[in-house]
C-alpha cells in the first residue's frame, strides 16, 4: 500500500534533506524513474521552507528534469539565487546517485517569489469558475498503471469533440511522510498530469514525455481538488507542446506549460 511518496532518511546536513522514493513516484513511462510531479512537489516544499518568515510568496515555478529521475533515494537542496525584499528567486534542485555512485542532478525547480500587498478591491479573473460534473468511466489513457496514477483520484469529465480537456485530480497520500502537506504542494502534486489529461496522442502509439513544467499563480491555490482544463499541440517534427488553465474549487488560479518529445513507440 502507497501511503506517501517520500519518506525522510537520516543524515543530509548542508549537502540538503535526503528522502526515499517510494512506489507512488513511479511514472506511467517506465517503472524505474519518477513521474513529473512528485520532485516538483519536494522541491516546491523545500522552496517553500526557504521563503517561511519572509513576505514573498510564489508565483512561479519552473522544473526542468534534467535527466532520468530514479525511484530511488533522492537529495533536495534550496537556495536564494536572487535575494529581494520584493521580488526573489529560490532555486531548488534534486540529486540522485550516477551508476559511478556520484551524485548527479536529475531535476530542479526555479520559483520566482513575490511581496503580498492588498489588491482585493482590483482582483479578476480570466476565466470563471469550473463546476465538477459526473466523470466518464475511463479517468485517463493509462487505466490500471501502478504507481504513481494510484495515488491520485482522476475524473475526467465529458466534452465535445475539439474542445480542451477537463479533468479534477487529487491527491491520495501526502508527499512525505505523515507530514501535512500545503495546498500549493497539493496542486504540485498533480499539474505536471497536464499533458496526459490533454494528451493529442495515442500513449499506445506515441511516447510524449514532458521535458519541464511552468507553473504561474495569480492566485495562491486552496483545498485538495484542482481541475487540470489541458491541450496538447503536436509539430510536425517530434516536438509538441501542453498548456492547461488550473482551477480550484474557488476558481481560476494559474496556467501551466510543458514542453514534449514525441516519438512513435
Do not use: K
Not at 496542486?187 to 506515441?206: H, I, K, Q, Y
Amino acid at each position: 500500500m502507497i501511503d506517501c511518496l517520500y519518506r525522510r532518511l537520516p543524515g543530509g546536513g548542508p549537502a540538503g534533506e535526503r528522502f526515499e522514493s517510494t512506489d507512488g513516484t513511479r511514472s506511467n513511462w517506465a517503472a524505474d524513474i519518477q513521474h513529473g510531479s512528485p520532485p516538483l512537489a519536494l522541491m516546491t516544499r523545500a522552496i517553500e521552507d526557504l521563503a517561511a518568515g519572509t513576505p514573498l510568496r510564489i508565483g512561479r515555478l519552473s522544473l526542468d528534469i534534467l535527466g532520468a529521475i530514479p525511484v530511488a533515494p533522492v537529495t533536495v537542496r534550496s537556495r536564494v539565487s536572487r535575494p529581494g525584499t520584493r521580488i526573489s528567486m529560490m532555486v531548488a534542485e534534486m540529486t540522485a546517485a550516477a551508476p559511478d555512485g556520484s551524485e548527479r542532478a536529475v531535476a530542479r525547480v526555479t520559483a520566482w517569489l513575490l511581496a503580498t500587498s492588498d489588491t482585493r478591491e482590483v482582483a479578476t479573473d480570466r476565466y470563471p469558475p469550473l463546476v465538477e460534473g459526473a466523470a466518464i468511466p475511463v479517468p485517463h489513457s493509462w487505466e490500471g498503471a501502478q504507481g504513481y496514477l494510484e495515488t491520485v483520484r482522476w475524473r475526467r469529465q465529458p466534452s465535445a469533440d475539439g474542445d480542451a480537456a477537463v479533468a479534477w485530480l487529487s491527491p491520495l497520500v501526502p508527499l512525505v511522510d505523515d507530514e501535512e502537506t500545503t495546498a500549493v504542494q497539493r496542486l504540485a502534486m498533480v499539474v505536471d498530469s497536464a499533458n496526459g489529461a490533454g494528451a493529442a496522442l495515442d500513449p499506445e502509439r506515441f511516447m510524449f514525455m514532458n521535458t519541464d513544467t511552468t507553473v504561474h499563480l495569480h492566485r495562491l491555490p486552496t483545498g485538495s481538488d484542482f481541475a487540470l482544463r489541458a491541450r496538447g499541440s503536436i509539430g510536425p517534427d517530434g516536438v509538441g507542446v501542453t498548456t492547461a488553465e488550473i482551477f480550484d474549487r474557488q476558481g481560476f488560479v494559474g496556467t501551466s506549460a510543458q514542453t514534449l518529445l514525441v516519438q512513435r513507440r
